[in-house]
């Protein structure tokens, strides 16, 4: 019922933004000056008549992620020397790769129609209204000759400009993976309009009101922030991390909280961990599978094309990972074995990297989801499955697999077999109230949540060798009785009795304790002994 209340917000939504910034003579960018100097252009000069006079903006965004859809990729453990992004060689869970299909996948680009690296795409295939008028992008679609624009060309979307606004950026990103909300599981159509904070306090009219931009900052038109599962990175010089502190400012600090405890979390636990309990408040996508059409027909080319079955689901937990802003993705013709998740059966294309004694990493929440997808059998290659085909045209998966052999460079009849594929998201988007953080016993006092002690390698060392490094025999008492024993009285660091350390909080490591110790203290634990 949810879902389909926001269905229908965001429908209404839609339709007054084409009215507004189409039909009339509004711009939000002029308004307080009262002139507009786009109030001649027409939309058949478009988008020459911006060009003329942004020149240098269409300089910028040229060469930008947003258009060029490729890039250096820092932040990739795997294939860091090449270039990387959607436009080629990136592999996810979801429609696999772009190849053979520009046609559909490519209509989230922020271009004309043309391939940003198609010889003859210049400055001319830069589409600026995608984000600079949205009730252009709500209606911009592939037309039959193959560009991308309107149906019914109206001046008024040449004239009307706008920064963007939470309408042109979802446009595209909520709809990521094929459908609202499918691929992100934080981010959906209802956050164009939505007036709830508790949906999401950053992105609802009634309260903060932010547009993307209040966080994804850009210069010279390339932006901060991305996915654990995006590949390149927009500005280099800035970095792809977006910091809550920007505007929470000292919350990273040991007393940027009222209750000291979190205090000593901060530095190992991000933000969005505590502050979103659950994501997916529209159902998002948890499995896919392309051996079969999602209204129930064979994929076999008799009943035509359709989408692959999905499994979708709302309001989940996330997965907890530690992560250093590191990732190990999939790429094009990568052998999957060498990263083979024999544990559990699974061919990952996408993993944060990190670990609990990893100084960099911190806690994070994550989307993950699963897909059926074949395999090359000789060579563990995961192929490019020809969407166009299955989703367009024939609808046939045998067909689809073949031509993706052939457009990979391999032969159509080259053995394969169904693998299960994983990969994992990085939430941010959807904050609650800060009131419906999550409380410490939410993880500390069940693993219903997450497994700290076996999941996430806050286990101790074995029980009886840890205790005896210092005391002989002691009655069994709580966890917590414990835990404050050893950290808040005397000062111990992790490595005491996990097989890890916390050197930033500065205490005390094993074998050091004659450093903080006075010759009672240490009369006093032998006694203990």
């Not at 039909?23 to 002029?30: A, I, L, R, T």
Request: charge should be neutral; aromatic fraction near 6%; hydrophobic fraction near 30%.
């Amino acid at each position: 019922m949810r879902q389909r209340r926001a269905h229908l917000k965001v429908k209404h939504f839609l339709l007054l933004w084409v009215g507004i910034f189409v039909f009339s003579g509004f711009s939000s960018s002029f308004a307080d000056t009262g002139e507009n100097p786009h109030a001649n252009l027409r939309y058949s000069d478009y988008p020459g008549n911006c060009i003329s006079c942004h020149r240098n903006e269409a300089e910028d965004a040229f060469q930008s992620i947003h258009y060029r859809w490729m890039g250096d990729a820092p932040d990739m453990v795997n294939g860091k020397e090449v270039q990387q992004g959607k436009l080629t060689n990136s592999v996810n869970s979801y429609c696999i790769n772009i190849l053979g299909d520009w046609p559909v996948c490519g209509s989230c680009h922020a271009g004309k129609g043309k391939r940003p690296d198609d010889p003859l795409a210049g400055f001319e295939n830069i589409d600026c209204l995608v984000c600079h008028n949205a009730g252009y992008a709500a209606k911009r679609t592939r037309l039959a000759d193959g560009s991308m624009g309107v149906a019914v060309p109206d001046d008024m979307l040449v004239r009307n400009i706008h920064k963007p606004i939470r309408a042109n950026c979802l446009s595209c990103h909520a709809k990521a993976g094929g459908g609202d909300g499918v691929k992100r599981g934080d981010i959906s159509l209802a956050s164009i309009d939505n007036a709830d904070p508790e949906f999401d306090v950053h992105m609802n009219t009634g309260k903060a009101d932010l547009v993307c931009q209040s966080c994804h900052t850009f210069r010279n038109h390339r932006v901060i922030g991305k996915g654990s599962d995006l590949r390149a990175t927009d500005d280099p010089d800035r970095g792809a991390e977006v910091a809550c502190t920007v505007c929470h400012t000292g919350k990273d600090s040991a007393r940027g909280h009222s209750n000291q405890s979190i205090g000593t979390h901060v530095k190992r636990v991000a933000c969005q961990t505590c502050h979103l309990p659950t994501y997916a408040k529209v159902a998002t996508e948890t499995h896919r599978d392309w051996r079969g059409h999602h209204d129930g027909t064979e994929a076999d080319g008799i009943s035509g094309p359709g989408h692959p079955y999905t499994e979708k689901a709302a309001d989940l937990v996330p997965k907890y990972r530690f992560w250093n802003r590191l990732s190990e993705n999939s790429l094009l013709g990568d052998d999957a074995g060498r990263t083979y998740d024999s544990e559990n059966d699974l061919y990952p294309t996408s993993r944060p990297i990190g670990n609990v004694d990893d100084p960099a990493s911190r806690l994070y929440p994550f989307k993950h989801k699963t897909a059926f997808q074949p395999k090359t059998i000789a060579d563990n290659r995961l192929i490019a499955v020809d969407t166009l085909e299955y989703l367009k045209k024939s609808g046939d998966v045998t067909k689809s697999i073949e031509n993706g052999l052939v457009n990979m460079g391999l032969p159509a009849g080259e053995a394969y077999e169904w693998v299960l594929t994983d990969t994992y998201g990085l939430l941010n988007h959807g904050i609650p109230p800060a009131s419906d953080a999550l409380k410490c016993s939410n993880c500390h006092q069940s693993t219903e949540r997450m497994d700290l002690k076996g999941e996430l390698g806050y286990g101790p060392k074995e029980e009886g060798g840890t205790c005896l490094q210092c005391h002989r025999s002691k009655e069994r008492k709580p966890f917590k009785t414990i835990h404050e024993k050893h950290v808040k009285d005397k000062k111990f660091d992790c490595s005491w009795c996990h097989a890890f350390s916390r050197p930033e909080r500065n205490l005390t490591l094993p074998g050091q304790e004659s450093l903080s110790e006075n010759s009672e203290d240490r009369q006093k634990r032998r006694k203990d002994r």
